[in-house]
């Protein structure tokens, strides 16, 4: 019998508590399903004797989608957050629910529509969640991401693609249906600010000037976020389009914050937001109508002002306040006195109706939501999953800090939809790629890290990461010694314009010996190797935490030594969780 059958390791108890919980997902979904369907079926109960196949179909996409999702999340992402999946179907289903109860007050069919986006958007996400094995190879298309993004902002001001809608240019019709290009852009955009970020983390830290106790960072690392400044002013400007100006920069505030941890970068950028938002004021009649329909939402001179009036934010609160504690119930109120209900104003339709209590519940399943999304990001052990995770679940929280702020005045309105609830195709398939992409970081996160005996491939691995590091430290001292030779053929070239002037002939001389050389080298230099940083594959330095690409040289170096280190007794392999 092996010394190691009766051992047990410490890691070894949270191996067994570390369970993928699919089951408990299953369940939630359920709930989440009834959720959905009842709450359609609260908004007018008569319509189930009149044949009206709505509640039917729209049952059958959230049920079949979530279901199906499910079975891609077992077989794909095993260890995937149980929490993520049924929020989304659950606020979803309430978003569909709201939006066919307004179609029936306003003769509207855009309930039909949602039923259809929501399961091309369940289809997605289940593409994403089949195909992305593992979130690290988005890190490959970075720049990809940064000039597919400029592209999606740009194709609204395309002649005969672009279509402007209520004063914002901000859509494309492709087959006679609108679709949002800078849904998608958000996305796109913070797969950018990731990799660029998890890439230049230490630049942007240590290089720069030190004034006092602050370290300014040098122009070439505050040109990303310069451009990110131009992007928003440039959709605020062409586009007409607040809201989507205050998202992206937002997005860019929130990452490089989550990177570097310096408050030093929210100070700049607002700043930056506070000189774009006095600008454009100045400049452009529409901000300003914005701005002044905010602040003067009372004036009957700017309530009754058309466009650009105010009657929709008056009216939106006093939904919220008819609403009460309780609400006045489902089916029972009048959102179809507030212009766009069903999209921009559907918050305050949720509170009419559901009052205060339904309202606070809805955001608490988006406060549960991003805390799923944070989880993921600080479980997760590469820089890259962690700035993603963490910026996606900023877009949600930033996205519903607008809508809600908006529609309570506490900032100006603007046209940004609430997720996974307004009626809008493009931001329903957007915000379910969000959550796939989550869901995929979590399955990384939570996922047990086997250890144990190396195999042949972990120890081919390690040699060619340490070949690349030889091959890092040779160029280096290669160029080391290429300067040093160059300060010394500077200096014998300024010694003998030196003797021309001095005798008005050339001056032959002998060469230096290796006492009187060193006087040319810089300061301090003794012709000794200095200590080189270590450099990962191409060399491309890595921190001292080893590399946080996508850790697999850390990884086999600790099933190299893990027999020896956790299991005396003999080889063997242990499991330890993630994050829970």
């Given at each position: 019998?092996?010394?190691?059958?009766?051992?047990?390791?410490?890691?070894?108890?949270?191996?067994?508590?570390q369970?993928?919980?699919?089951?408990?997902?299953?369940l939630?979904?359920?709930?989440?399903?009834?959720?959905?369907?009842?709450?359609?079926?609260?908004v007018d109960?008569?319509?189930?004797?009149?044949?009206?196949?709505?509640?039917?179909?729209?049952g059958?996409?959230?049920?079949?989608?979530?279901?199906?999702?499910h079975?891609?999340?077992?077989?794909?992402?095993?260890?995937?957050?149980?929490?993520?999946?049924?929020?989304?179907?659950?606020l979803?289903?309430?978003g569909?629910?709201?939006?066919?109860?307004i179609?029936?007050?306003?003769?509207?069919?855009?309930?039909?529509?949602?039923?259809l986006?929501?399961?091309l958007?369940?289809t997605?996400?289940?593409?994403?969640?089949?195909?992305?094995?593992?979130?690290?190879?988005?890190?490959?298309?970075?720049?990809?991401?940064?000039?597919?993004?400029?592209?999606?902002?740009l194709l609204p001001?395309?002649?005969?693609?672009?279509?402007e809608l209520?004063?914002?240019?901000?859509?494309?019709?492709?087959?006679?249906?609108?679709?949002q290009?800078?849904?998608v852009?958000?996305?796109?955009?913070?797969?950018?600010?990731?990799?660029?970020?998890?890439?230049?983390?230490?630049?942007?830290?240590?290089?720069?000037?030190k004034l006092?106790?602050?370290?300014l960072?040098?122009?070439?690392?505050m040109?990303p976020?310069?451009?990110?400044?131009?992007?928003?002013?440039?959709?605020?400007?062409?586009q007409?389009d607040?809201?989507?100006?205050?998202l992206?920069?937002?997005?860019?505030?929130?990452m490089?914050?989550?990177?570097?941890?310096?408050?030093?970068?929210?100070?700049?950028?607002?700043?930056?937001?506070?000189?774009?938002?006095?600008?454009a004021?100045?400049?452009f009649?529409?901000?300003?109508?914005?701005?002044?329909?905010?602040?003067?939402?009372?004036?009957?001179?700017?309530?009754?002002r058309?466009?650009?009036?105010?009657a929709?934010i008056?009216?939106?609160?006093f939904?919220?306040s008819?609403?009460?504690?309780?609400?006045q119930?489902?089916?029972?109120?009048?959102?179809?006195?507030?212009?766009?209900?069903?999209?921009?104003?559907?918050?305050?339709a949720?509170?009419?109706?559901?009052?205060?209590?339904?309202l606070g519940a809805?955001?608490?399943?988006?406060?549960?939501?991003v805390?799923?999304?944070?989880?993921?990001a600080l479980?997760?052990r590469?820089?890259f999953?962690?700035?993603?995770?963490a910026g996606l679940?900023?877009v949600?929280?930033?996205?519903?800090?607008?809508?809600?702020?908006?529609?309570?005045?506490?900032?100006?309105?603007?046209?940004?939809?609430?997720?996974?609830?307004?009626?809008?195709?493009?931001?329903?398939?957007?915000?379910?790629?969000?959550?796939?992409?989550?869901?995929?970081?979590?399955?990384t996160?939570?996922?047990?890290?086997v250890?144990?005996?190396?195999?042949?491939?972990?120890?081919?691995?390690?040699?060619?990461?340490?070949?690349?590091?030889?091959?890092?430290?040779?160029?280096?001292?290669?160029e080391?010694a290429?300067?040093?030779?160059?300060?010394?053929?500077?200096?014998?070239?300024?010694e003998?314009?030196?003797?021309?002037?001095?005798?008005?002939?050339?001056?032959?001389?002998?060469?230096?010996?290796?006492?009187?050389a060193?006087?040319h080298a810089?300061?301090?230099?003794?012709g000794?190797?200095e200590?080189?940083?270590?450099?990962?594959?191409?060399?491309r330095?890595?921190?001292?935490?080893?590399p946080?690409?996508?850790?697999?040289?850390?990884?086999?170096?600790?099933?190299l030594?893990?027999?020896?280190?956790?299991?005396?007794?003999?080889?063997?392999?242990?499991?330890?969780?993630?994050?829970?």
């Amino acid at each position: 019998m092996s010394s190691t059958a009766g051992t047990r390791s410490p890691e070894e108890p949270a191996e067994a508590r570390q369970k993928p919980r699919r089951l408990t997902e299953l369940l939630l979904l359920v709930v989440a399903v009834a959720i959905g369907v009842g709450a359609n079926i609260l908004v007018d109960p008569d319509q189930l004797g009149t044949g009206d196949p709505h509640i039917l179909v729209s049952g059958l996409v959230l049920g079949v989608g979530a279901l199906l999702l499910h079975l891609v999340v077992r077989l794909r992402a095993t260890y995937a957050d149980p929490y993520v999946l049924p929020i989304v179907v659950a606020l979803n289903g309430l978003g569909i629910a709201m939006i066919h109860r307004i179609d029936l007050t306003t003769d509207q069919s855009a309930a039909q529509s949602q039923v259809l986006w929501t399961g091309l958007a369940m289809t997605a996400a289940g593409l994403v969640l089949w195909f992305l094995k593992d979130h690290r190879v988005l890190r490959r298309i970075t720049y990809i991401s940064l000039v597919l993004s400029g592209l999606l902002l740009l194709l609204p001001l395309l002649p005969g693609l672009g279509v402007e809608l209520n004063g914002a240019r901000i859509w494309i019709s492709v087959g006679g249906r609108t679709f949002q290009p800078g849904e998608v852009a958000k996305i796109t955009l913070a797969v950018f600010f990731a990799g660029y970020l998890s890439t230049n983390r230490d630049l942007i830290l240590l290089a720069g000037k030190k004034l006092g106790p602050v370290r300014l960072p040098r122009f070439r690392d505050m040109a990303p976020m310069f451009a990110a400044w131009l992007v928003a002013i440039g959709v605020l400007v062409f586009q007409r389009d607040l809201g989507s100006a205050i998202l992206y920069f937002g997005l860019f505030l929130a990452m490089i914050y989550l990177a570097t941890s310096r408050l030093s970068w929210i100070v700049i950028g607002l700043l930056l937001v506070a000189v774009g938002g006095f600008l454009a004021s100045r400049v452009f009649g529409h901000v300003a109508a914005r701005l002044d329909s905010w602040l003067n939402a009372f004036d009957p001179e700017v309530f009754n002002r058309a466009p650009g009036g105010s009657a929709q934010i008056v009216q939106g609160l006093f939904g919220l306040s008819s609403g009460g504690l309780f609400g006045q119930g489902l089916g029972q109120g009048r959102p179809d006195l507030v212009s766009y209900a069903n999209s921009d104003m559907i918050i305050t339709a949720f509170g009419e109706e559901l009052g205060l209590i339904g309202l606070g519940a809805i955001l608490m399943l988006f406060f549960l939501f991003v805390s799923r999304g944070f989880r993921a990001a600080l479980g997760t052990r590469d820089a890259f999953g962690k700035l993603l995770a963490a910026g996606l679940s900023a877009v949600i929280v930033l996205q519903l800090f607008v809508v809600v702020g908006g529609v309570t005045r506490l900032i100006p309105l603007t046209g940004l939809t609430t997720p996974f609830m307004s009626a809008g195709g493009s931001s329903l398939l957007s915000n379910w790629i969000i959550a796939a992409i989550i869901l995929a970081i979590s399955h990384t996160a939570r996922r047990p890290v086997v250890t144990g005996p190396a195999t042949e491939a972990d120890l081919a691995e390690v040699a060619a990461y340490e070949a690349a590091l030889r091959e890092a430290a040779r160029r280096d001292e290669q160029e080391r010694a290429e300067r040093r030779e160059r300060r010394r053929g500077a200096g014998r070239d300024a010694e003998e314009r030196t003797d021309e002037r001095t005798d008005g002939r050339t001056v032959e001389r002998p060469a230096a010996r290796p006492d009187t050389a060193r006087q040319h080298a810089v300061p301090g230099d003794t012709g000794a190797t200095e200590p080189i940083a270590a450099a990962g594959p191409g060399g491309r330095p890595v921190s001292e935490d080893g590399p946080d690409d996508d850790g697999t040289p850390t990884e086999a170096m600790s099933r190299l030594t893990d027999q020896d280190r956790r299991t005396p007794g003999g080889p063997g392999r242990t499991e330890n969780g993630g994050a829970s």
